[in-house]
C-alpha cells in the first residue's frame, strides 16, 4: 500500500516570502499521479497543482512549483511571494496510475503566513 | 465555474440513528467519491463509484456504509447506525475521468456530529 508522509505539521512564513513543504510517498508502483491540495478554513479542498511522474520537468503554477525527485520519491511544494490568502492546511496525495483511482493524502501541514 | 456541493453543511444526529448525506457532483463527471476527515486527522477515502457501482471501497466502508446515485444529479453517503467514532468531516468528490492527472474536484463538506 501507499503511503504519504508530510513531517512538517506547522510551517510559518513571512508575507513575500518564500516557503517549502516537504513530502515523501512510498510506492512499489513506476506510474502514478502527485497532487497538493490546500484547504483553507472554509475546509473545502482546492487543487494546487499536480505532477505526472513520467514528466521529468516539474510542474509549475504562477507561484506554485513542486521539487519532484522520483527516485528519492519526494515531492515539494515551492510557494513564492507568499500572500495572506495562502494560509491553509497543505495536503500532499498520491494517486496510482494503474486503474486505482482514490487519493491517498498525508497528514498536512498547516501554513501561517506572518504579516 | 462549476462545483461540487454537499448538503447539510452541519449534521447532528444520536448514536444509532440513520443519516443521509447528500452530494450533487458536476454535471459531467462520471466517477464519484467520499472521503472523510475526523478532525485534526488526514483525508482518508472511503469509496468510489462509476456506472451506478462501487469500483473500490476502503475498509472504512463497512456494512454500515451506502451510497447511492438516486437520480442523474444527487450522490447520497448513508451511514445506517451511526457510531460517536464517525464524527468527522465528510468529503464529496467527482471527477471527469478516472484515469489521468484528472483533478478530483472537492465539496465543502458535510461535518457529521454524532452524540
Known amino acids: 500500500a501507499q503511503t504519504v508522509t508530510q513531517s512538517q505539521p506547522e510551517m510559518s512564513v513571512q508575507e513575500a516570502e518564500t516557503v517549502t513543504l516537504s513530502c515523501t510517498y512510498d510506492t512499489s508502483e513506476s506510474d502514478y499521479y502527485l497532487f497538493w491540495y490546500k484547504q483553507p478554513p472554509s475546509r473545502q479542498m482546492i487543487l494546487v497543482i499536480r505532477q505526472e511522474a513520467y514528466k521529468q520537468q516539474n510542474a509549475t503554477e504562477n507561484r506554485f512549483s513542486v521539487n519532484f525527485q522520483k527516485a528519492a520519491k519526494s515531492f515539494s511544494l515551492k510557494i513564492s511571494d507568499s500572500q495572506l490568502g495562502d494560509a491553509a492546511m497543505y495536503f500532499c496525495a498520491y494517486r496510482s496510475a494503474y486503474g486505482n483511482e482514490k487519493l491517498t493524502f498525508g497528514t498536512g501541514t498547516r501554513l501561517t503566513i506572518i504579516p | 465555474e462549476p462545483e461540487v456541493t454537499q448538503t447539510p453543511s452541519h449534521q447532528v444526529t444520536q448514536m444509532g440513528q440513520e443519516v443521509i448525506l447528500r452530494c450533487v457532483p458536476i454535471?459531467?463527471?462520471?466517477?464519484f467519491y467520499w472521503y472523510r476527515q475526523i478532525l485534526g486527522q488526514k483525508v482518508e477515502f472511503l469509496v468510489s463509484?462509476?456506472?451506478?457501482?462501487?469500483?473500490?471501497k476502503s475498509e472504512i466502508f463497512d456494512d454500515q456504509f451506502s451510497v447511492e446515485r438516486p437520480d442523474g444529479s444527487n450522490f447520497t453517503l448513508k451511514i445506517r447506525s451511526t457510531k460517536l467514532e464517525d464524527s468527522a468531516m465528510y468529503f464529496c468528490?467527482?471527477?471527469?475521468?478516472?484515469?489521468?492527472?484528472?483533478?478530483?474536484?472537492f465539496g465543502p463538506g458535510t461535518r457529521l456530529t454524532v452524540t
Open positions: 463509484f462509476y456506472n451506478n457501482e462501487i469500483s473500490e
Open positions: 468528490a467527482s471527477s471527469e475521468a478516472q484515469t489521468g492527472s484528472y483533478e478530483q474536484y
Open positions: 454535471s459531467n463527471h462520471l466517477y
